[in-house]
């Protein structure tokens, strides 16, 4: 599955970015998605998912701040993020799952983009 992402860049504190993830049309209307970030040296954390159905779920770090949505007439998912933190800095990442459609927890999410950084300062 191709997942492209966009949206990142450099923000203030306390400031506002939307992340977009495009993809396919099957891709948007089967696979469960989400976000994860990265900030080495550490694992990956993943932030929040929607299943096929709309099912929502987000970390408890990311709770409130960010908000997840689609969009399935462009294909696209998408992560609002607001009251950015110095913390928020990281390679962020769209990633599905192998098809199933649920996310059975953020380790079900297999495939990922190649990333789009997001530097708050």
């Known amino acids: 599955v191709q997942l492209v992402e966009s949206g990142g860049g450099s923000v203030q504190a306390g400031g506002s970015l939307r992340l977009s993830c495009r993809t396919s049309a099957y891709a948007i209307n089967t696979y469960a998605m989400g976000w994860f970030r990265r900030q080495a040296p550490w694992a990956p954390e993943g932030l929040a998912s929607?299943?096929?159905?709309?099912?929502?779920s987000y970390a408890d770090s990311v709770k409130g701040r960010f908000t997840i949505s689609k969009d399935t007439a462009k294909n696209t998912l998408f992560l609002q993020m607001n009251s950015l933190r110095n913390e928020d800095t990281a390679m962020y990442y769209c990633?599905?799952?192998?098809?199933?459609?649920?996310?059975?927890?953020?380790?079900?999410?297999?495939?990922w983009g190649q990333g789009t950084q997001v530097t708050v300062s």
């Open positions: 929607v299943d096929n159905d709309g099912t929502i």
């Open positions: 990633a599905a799952d192998d098809g199933n459609g649920y996310c059975y927890g953020f380790s079900s999410l297999i495939y």
